[in-house]
């Protein structure tokens, strides 16, 4: 007699229950965990920041001056229409065109340069000065100017070099053998002075056509005009992300000129716009280029105004100085404002 | 006697060539194998909020951290504030961060100190773009090794749209920000 064999009934259901257990094991250890995308509430949205200065302006740009050396961060014109652009060891002179004409070699990069009236050229190298003679021979070396000298820019006149050192937060006054004469932008209640904020130890100094001395304070983003003794004269801010009359961000403007009529440009980072201002006042005048010509975010190197009102900045993404001159005059400047 | 000395010898020399061979490539091996961690590179970042939303731990193992040597300490802290806030106070409403991990403390006039709670960061990148956008860039992201699990692969590095995430050495686990990390950022 045969032994009995126990057959399933439904030896298809083995197979299936089989194939259910290999491809739920496979599925399960296979399967990609879906995640969600994160929503508005984790987004950080700047697009209406951004639309406010989507303005026609009476500007364009009409060229750029790319030199072929790195680090390029300062610049400087003269009376010819000549531009300095400092970097890597090097200050290379351009002409109006944009052609190279010289090259003055340097030890290290200079932060800041300035012409001064009697023809030396001023160059701000971070923690000292070096002056070089109108024929750009080596002068003098000034040192030991403060306790974190920081130098990110100068101003000079007949009499005085103003230093804005963006270390110890102040502007430096010294005469023409470095000697420092002064300092001011510390706060002082009973001078009523606020004291210079420089959160990314830079700050901006330059004369106005009458030769007042303006100081840019970015924490505060606004301007102060001192006196010599470091009295303050006048004062205004903008602090406003909102309004294209305003200064956007922690610390703006990063860079300020003034063109042959007196009025005043500004440069800001973050969103780069470079804006014209009545000085005196602080009212806006109008937009000379907004955000969406530049990379967002990003800083500017630096900004001159040459002999013949166009507007250079240096841009350090694009390794370019980037030159904007007035195209159109039918545009009424209030209304481009608004 | 002599056989047996010779072979004695020879087995000696032969099982010390096996010791040293064996000896010299578990050390090359085991140098070779420093264990690995993932890490993003805060340079490379474009802020998209995935680091929140595609760790596998929940909250993410992924954190904001703030540079000091970097952060200028603003009054008007975009970071901290949401954009057009006018009152520079710490009033719930003011702040951008959506879960109130970042403290505000005075530190002497006008500047304040921003520290990051992290049991309380969900690692958003909220805080590190409006900084980057409107401040000094000094907050960023970085996976908290302390904890992240290490998965085989991770989930944020896949789904990462600016190519941020590598695996590094375990005797340097974390990529800071440098003072040009700002101007370093990737063309858009
Ligand atoms: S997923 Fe990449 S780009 Fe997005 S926040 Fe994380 S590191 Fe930055
Ligand atoms: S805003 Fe986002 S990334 Fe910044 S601290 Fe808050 S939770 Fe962390
Ligand atoms: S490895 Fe895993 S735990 Fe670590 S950050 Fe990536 S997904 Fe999160």
Redesign the interface.
């Known amino acids: 007699m045969k032994e009995p064999v126990r057959k399933t009934k439904h030896p298809y259901l083995v197979g299936v229950a089989i194939a259910c257990v290999v491809g739920g094991y496979f599925h399960l250890v296979s399967k990609e965990?879906k995640?969600?995308?994160?929503g508005p509430?984790?987004?950080?949205d700047?697009s209406e920041?951004l639309e406010i200065d989507e303005v026609e302006t009476a500007f364009e740009e009409t060229g750029q001056i790319v030199p072929d050396f790195d680090e390029a961060k300062a610049l400087e014109t003269d009376a010819d229409g000549n531009l300095y652009i400092s970097g890597k060891n090097t200050i290379a002179v351009f002409d109006r065109a944009g052609k190279e004409t010289s090259r003055i070699a340097v030890d290290g990069t200079p932060t800041c340069l300035e012409l001064a009236p009697n023809g030396q050229l001023l160059v701000g190298m971070g923690d000292h000065v070096l002056v070089l003679a109108p024929d750009r021979s080596p002068l003098a070396t000034w040192t030991d100017l403060s306790e974190r000298t920081h130098i990110s820019a100068i101003a000079a006149d007949e009499e005085n070099v103003y230093l804005a050192d963006g270390g110890s937060r102040i502007v430096l006054r010294v005469d023409y053998d470095g000697t420092v004469l002064g300092s001011f932008g510390k706060?002082d209640e009973a001078r009523d002075i606020?004291?210079l904020?420089a959160?990314?130890a830079h700050f901006d100094v330059a004369f106005d056509n009458d030769g007042q001395l303006w100081v840019v304070n970015p924490?505060r983003?606004g301007l102060e005009r001192y006196r010599d003794n470091g009295d303050i004269v006048t004062t205004w801010y903008r602090?406003d992300?909102?309004r294209l009359d305003s200064f956007?961000?922690?610390?703006n403007p990063m860079q300020i000129a003034f063109n042959s009529k007196g009025r005043l440009i500004t440069g800001e980072k973050?969103?780069v716009r470079i804006k014209i201002f009545e000085v005196t006042s602080g009212s806006f005048e109008e937009l000379v280029v907004g955000s969406s010509a530049f990379?967002?975010?990003?800083?500017i190197g630096d900004l001159v105004v040459d002999s013949s009102d166009r507007i250079l900045v240096l841009d350090?993404?694009k390794k370019a100085v980037r030159i904007f001159e007035q195209t159109r005059t039918d545009l009424a400047r209030k209304e481009a404002a608004e | 006697m002599s056989e047996r000395k010779k072979l004695d010898r020879r087995d000696f020399m032969r099982t010390a060539a096996a010791f040293s061979f064996t000896g010299a490539t578990w050390m090359a091996v085991g140098q070779k194998a420093e264990a690995k961690y993932w890490q993003l590179d805060p340079a490379k970042c474009t802020q998209c909020g995935r680091c929140t939303t595609h760790c596998v731990l929940n909250p993410s193992a992924v954190k904001c951290l703030n540079q000091f040597d970097i952060c200028g300490y603003c009054d008007l802290c975009f970071g901290y504030l949401q954009p057009g806030s006018r009152d520079l106070d710490t009033g719930a409403e003011n702040q951008l961060c959506p879960t109130a991990a970042i403290e505000r403390k005075f530190i002497e006039a006008p500047y304040y100190e921003y520290k990051i709670h992290e049991d309380k960061c969900i690692g958003c990148a909220k805080c590190v773009k409006a900084c980057l956008v409107f401040g000094n860039g000094s907050f960023y992201l970085q996976i908290r090794q302390d904890i992240c699990i290490n998965c085989n692969e991770c989930s944020i590095a896949k789904s990462c749209p600016s190519d941020c995430f590598s695996e590094v050495p375990e005797s340097d686990p974390y990529m800071y920000l440098t003072g040009d990390t700002y101007l370093a950022h990737p063309p858009a």
């Open positions: 965990k995640f969600p995308e994160p509430n984790l987004e950080y700047i920041l706060a606020p004291g904020e959160p990314s924490g983003l602090p992300v909102t956007s961000g922690c610390c973050g969103p990379h967002v975010p990003q800083q350090p993404r």
